[in-house]
């Protein structure tokens, strides 16, 4: 490796979707003086964390992958779990990553001061780099409710994103606490050998019917494989057929109509008991909450093994769950499918940036960054998949290599020797979430429903744009909404 006096130090934290996405893109543009710092055992992020039964990637894999690592050969449309994350795996090794790799390593401090980033993480390393890259993601800190008598319990409780390999759950009585995407998933997957399986759905979720167990041919991916620029086509393709969804999501027009009518109409052709119909219906609109895709949640929960339960949980007993109406309902084992902290990002690390101030002080009204990548009063750290990134609508690699790309525009101006510190200005920030606030408007995220979506401050942590929006506001730096400084302290622009 040849080191130039401007060649930047960088420190990349996480090893995910947002990490991998960005160490690959600093290396193709010639910056590889980087470590990526991962807290966990091993790449992959969510991939590596959840590994719960029923585990799949509800985005088609053919979409769901890196552009600059196309996989044709993918075994299914929508792949499991163990596959995505050996996809992961290879891509690390692939592009030479694994001597960058600081696994097992949390970053608890990252402090700016005169001498750039100082951090300091778990066994007592520390590190120093011109440029910090939180590529933390956003779900990774899982959420379980402290329900009275939790601690009583006397079986086996577990929650889906530390899931625990000894938990037998064959012919077990089994509960399973929520009903997002992944409470959806696990209620499939136990249900067909569970002896009962009690399902605690708060509240309930529209559930678009898909293939998802759907094969992909051998023969699809021969042709991806070999035919030239196939495999780019049908992943521009795929890209495109995205921004239909993002114009759903988006804007209320016919389009949106068709999807939540066809949400309706999974309802009532897969469940024909009008009671349980009627307790698996929600009060609020389709695609309002994270869409949730199955093609086999209906029936399991129609199953006579199976039970769905919508009272209100009051708490937990040696014994069981019991709810509102006083009924004990007795399992032998609890999975908490609850959820996440989503608006933590890199927190509960000690971050902080010029003149001292914490994240925690930066974001006391909730998270915030100027297009998602840049917070003012942190020079030199850029967040990939930060706040507002469009975990709803838009491709995450798509939007991951694009920030990483915008990075690298500023990490060219570094290594040209043109500033120091660059920093993102308040006014500039507030200018982006500003108009940010006002597309929420129309979005179907705002029509009434209560989604891990929402900050506590009532805002909607979500990309309101479409593509060709975010691509053109990370395309070419501007400077106007930069302080870029020399010697640490000149002001230069
Ligand atoms: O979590 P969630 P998730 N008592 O927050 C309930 C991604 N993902 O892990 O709706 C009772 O959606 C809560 O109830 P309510 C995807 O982006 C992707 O399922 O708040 N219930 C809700 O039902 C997804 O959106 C894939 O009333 C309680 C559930 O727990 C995101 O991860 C697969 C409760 C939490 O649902 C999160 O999904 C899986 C309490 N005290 C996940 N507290 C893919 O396929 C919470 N709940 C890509």
């Known amino acids: 490796m040849t080191m130039t006096p401007r060649d930047p130090s960088i420190v990349i934290i996480g090893a995910g979707v947002a990490g991998i996405a960005t160490a690959v893109t600093f290396q193709q543009a010639g910056f590889h003086n980087f470590v990526i710092v991962e807290k966990g055992s091993d790449v992959g992020g969510v991939w590596h964390w959840n590994r719960y039964p029923g585990l799949t990637c509800d985005v088609p894999s053919q979409l769901y992958q890196f552009s600059f690592a196309p996989k044709p050969d993918w075994s299914r449309i929508w792949a499991e779990g163990s596959e995505i994350q050996r996809y992961h795996r290879d891509v690390v090794e692939r592009f030479g990553l694994d001597k960058h790799l600081m696994l097992d390593s949390e970053v608890n401090d990252a402090v700016f001061g005169e001498q750039g980033w100082e951090l300091s993480l778990s066994g007592g390393r520390s590190l120093r780099a011109d440029f910090v890259i939180a590529a933390t993601g956003v779900l990774h800190h899982p959420f379980t409710p402290d329900i009275p008598g939790r601690d009583s319990f006397g079986g086996a409780m577990v929650h889906t994103a530390r899931w625990d390999d000894s938990i037998d759950t064959a012919h077990k009585r089994i509960a399973v606490i929520g009903s997002g995407s992944t409470g959806v998933q696990i209620v499939s997957a136990l249900q067909p050998q569970a002896d009962k399986l009690v399902q605690f759905a708060r ?4 559930v678009l019917w898909a293939p998802m167990g759907l094969p992909q041919s051998s023969v699809v991916a021969k042709l991806l494989g070999t ?9 521009d393709a795929g890209l495109w057929a995205s921004g239909l969804l993002a114009d759903v999501v988006l804007h209320p027009t016919w389009r949106r109509t068709v999807v939540q009518q066809f949400a309706r109409w999974s309802l009532g052709a897969q469940v024909r008991d009008r009671r349980l119909r009627d307790k698996l219906t929600p009060d609020y609109e389709p695609l309002c909450k994270r869409q949730v895709l199955s093609g086999t949640y209906y029936q399991a929960i129609s199953a006579p093994n199976a039970e769905l339960v919508t009272e209100a949980i009051t708490e937990i007993t040696p014994t069981g769950i019991r709810t509102a109406d006083g009924v004990e309902h007795e399992v032998d084992v609890i999975v908490f499918a609850t959820g996440f902290h989503p608006h933590n990002y890199m927190r509960p690390m000690n971050l902080r940036g010029r003149d ?12 915030r960054a100027y297009r998602m990548t840049a917070i003012p009063g942190f020079p030199n750290l850029f967040t990939v998949l930060g706040p ?6 838009i491709s995450l690699q798509y939007s991951a290599e694009l920030t990483a790309r915008y990075i690298t525009r500023w990490l060219e101006r570094f290594r040209a020797g043109e500033f120091d510190t660059v920093e993102v200005s308040e006014e500039a920030t507030s200018r982006f979430n500003d108009s940010v606030a006002e597309a929420m408007g129309p979005t179907v995220w705002n029509t009434g429903c209560n989604s891990w979506y929402f900050t506590d401050q009532h805002t909607i942590d979500l990309w309101p744009f479409d593509r060709a929006t975010m691509t053109r506001l990370l395309s070419t730096p501007e400077d106007r909404d930069f302080l870029l400084t020399r010697s640490r302290d000149t002001a230069v622009i």
């Open 356 to 367: 001292d101030v914490t994240i925690d002080e930066a974001w006391a009204k909730g998270p």
């Open 227 to 235: 035919v030239p620029g196939l495999h780019d086509r049908v992943y």
């Open 203 to 206: 509240t309930p979720q529209w």
């Open 388 to 393: 507002n990134s469009p975990t709803g609508s």
